[in-house]
């Protein structure tokens, strides 16, 4: 009897040499952050559906696989680690005591429109920084990001920065819910068509910022961008071969006002910094972080949380490429740097 | 080098046009020969020449930084890409077509013939139509023309083949450009460059 060797879309399984290099990879990083002082959590794949019902937004609940179990209760595939974790995590705090530094490891799956290429199963190992205050927070997971980055070898990543619901107030100046939607949309597509009835975001789709951030219609959001933007290029100073970029159209729809929340996307959770990694011959994400204080305010728990997550599968099809040349491109000319 | 990626169908003559209006010939490339990769040092770039429902994949992987693809296809795919323009050429409709007097409603399951199964699921879905979606991979007005479905979910130009074969506009469901596609990560690296590119296709009048 033949049996098919044939999976379900979106999935793959990893054998012999691959699944090694998966796994001493995991086990780098893992190391890494035990060394640094973060406890590890195992999570179980399965969960209630109903916990998250109150904390996920319409595009992260859809993605999730459901099922009725054999005494009729709702349970899900784990799809994200953040807010599973944040469920678990939120009553114990008290005892775990602040700062706590934890970290994990595993898949996570997620239901998503048959898409050729796009995978369903997704390896990640992530880590959570919970009860630092202020930047500090942000600049330790960033950091921490960066660090794994490079402990795995990555070369020349490019991160892209930016503040969950900077574009709120503009969005929002003279539209109902769904145009702002669609002109957040438009922006993360730098739609320029769509966009250029607004000049200050026909600046934030060209180059990442308005020419004035005083149009975004908020002083202390301005003064903060001005303070990230100024972090960003010391970190490519202490970085070498590192670009970072604050760029507000990248997450544009990255909303946090109550009118626009829970619509924009499947990890709408963000709300203060969030960054996303390219790398590679092909710029694919690698990985991504940022804050979700409200994320564990909601469930009862007041602390602030910092995080991110490496897409390790990913990363290993990166680590695999040949080097990448670096090139300084004009179209109609070209200056190629040969790493 | 950043890679290109050109839809070999309807749309190849347009697009080339409106790239050699921003300084983009691609005269190097020699569209006539079975090559379909070719190095064009004088142009900065690296041509794919590609089937277009796949090209929309082959940059959302970042296999090509950027391209030029049908906002139908595009749609279809579903990519996550990024779309700073539309060309003003290639214009032309996604419309429901089929005899004259089809009626969308009429006691029993509509059937519908299509190339853009997914695409058709969101508008009967948005209409609040039920539908057999048939996914054909061409000839598609031939569907309702010799009764395989009810109607067909399809690109009309100028209408004359519609014409041709007795049939009918029903409704126009969207309007289908030529759009330019960046893949995400290649923006953040080649964000001047591809900024540039787009103001001399603005500068040359050639997007909407």
Redesign the interface.
Same mark, same amino acid.
């Given at each position: 009897m033949r049996i098919s060797a044939e999976l379900p879309i979106g999935v793959a399984a990893l054998i012999g040499a691959a699944a090694t290099r998966l796994r001493r990879l995991e086990g780098l990083l893992a190391g890494e952050l035990e060394a640094d002082g973060f406890e590890e959590a195992l999570l179980p794949l399965l969960d209630y559906v109903d916990p998250y019902q109150p904390i996920l937004g319409a595009a992260a609940q859809a993605e999730l696989y459901r099922f009725v179990d054999r005494d009729g209760e709702l349970l899900a595939v784990r799809a994200d680690f953040t807010p599973m974790l944040a469920r678990l995590l939120a009553p114990r705090l008290e005892a775990l005591g602040r700062p706590a530094r934890v970290f994990y490891r595993g898949e996570v799956v997620r239901r998503d =429109?048959d898409?050729? !290429?796009r995978r369903r199963a997704l390896w990640q190992l992530g880590a959570e920084i919970l009860g630092v205050e202020g930047e500090a927070a942000e600049h330790e997971a960033l950091e921490r990001f960066l660090g794994l980055l490079a402990r795995a070898g990555v070369a020349a990543p490019?991160i892209?920065v930016s503040v969950a619901g900077a574009l709120d107030r503009v969005l929002q100046q003279g539209r109902s819910r769904s145009e702002a939607l669609g002109l957040a949309a438009a922006v993360?597509? *730098?739609? *320029?068509?769509m966009v250029r009835a607004v000049p200050a975001l026909l600046g934030v789709?060209?180059?990442?910022l308005p020419a004035d951030l005083g149009s975004l219609g908020d002083d202390r959001l301005a003064a903060r961008l001005e303070h990230l933007e100024t972090w960003c290029r010391h970190l490519e100073t202490t970085h070498p071969g590192l670009?970072v *970029?604050l760029?507000l159209a990248?997450f544009a729809g990255q909303t946090i006002d109550p009118e626009l929340a829970g619509t924009s996307g499947a990890r709408s959770y963000y709300d203060g910094l969030v960054f996303r990694a390219? =790398?590679?011959?092909?710029? +694919?994400?690698v990985g991504s972080g940022g804050r979700y204080d409200s994320l564990y305010q909601r469930l009862g728990a007041a602390t602030t949380a910092v995080g991110f997550s490496i897409g390790l599968d990913r990363l290993v099809e990166v680590l695999e490429e040949d080097p990448p040349r670096a =090139?300084i491109?004009? +179209? !109609?000319?070209?200056n190629?740097v040969p790493r | 080098m950043m890679r290109l990626a050109l839809p070999k169908g309807r749309n190849l003559s347009f697009v080339r046009a409106a790239f050699a209006r921003a300084g983009l010939t691609l005269d190097g490339f020699d569209f006539s020969g079975r090559l379909l990769q070719q190095e064009l040092p004088e142009d900065g770039v690296e041509v794919l020449l590609l089937k277009d429902p796949d090209l929309p994949l082959y940059v959302e992987r970042g296999v090509a930084d950027f391209g030029a693809i049908g906002s139908d296809v595009l749609e279809e795919s579903g990519a996550d890409l990024l779309v700073p323009v539309r060309l003003v050429e290639g214009g032309c409709r996604l419309s429901l077509v089929g005899r004259p007097g089809t009626k969308l409603r009429n006691g029993r399951q509509l059937r519908l013939a299509t190339k853009y199964p997914r695409t058709a699921r969101e508008w009967l879905a948005s209409r609040g139509l039920g539908a057999e979606i048939l996914e054909l991979s061409g000839s598609v007005e031939l569907a309702p023309v010799l009764g395989l479905a009810d109607v067909a979910l399809d690109i009309v130009q100028t209408g004359s083949t519609l014409r041709a074969h007795g049939l009918v506009e029903l409704e126009t469901v969207r309007d289908v450009g030529i759009c330019l596609v960046v893949n995400r990560g290649a923006w953040q690296a080649h964000r001047a460059a591809l900024n540039d590119f787009v103001d001399r296709l603005e500068a040359a009048g050639a997007v909407r």
């Open positions: =429109a898409h050729p !290429g490019r892209v993360e597509r *730098r739609d *320029r068509s789709v060209e180059s990442g670009m *970029r760029d990248e390219f =790398a590679g011959r092909g710029f +694919l994400p =090139a491109v004009t +179209l !109609g000319r070209t190629e | -």
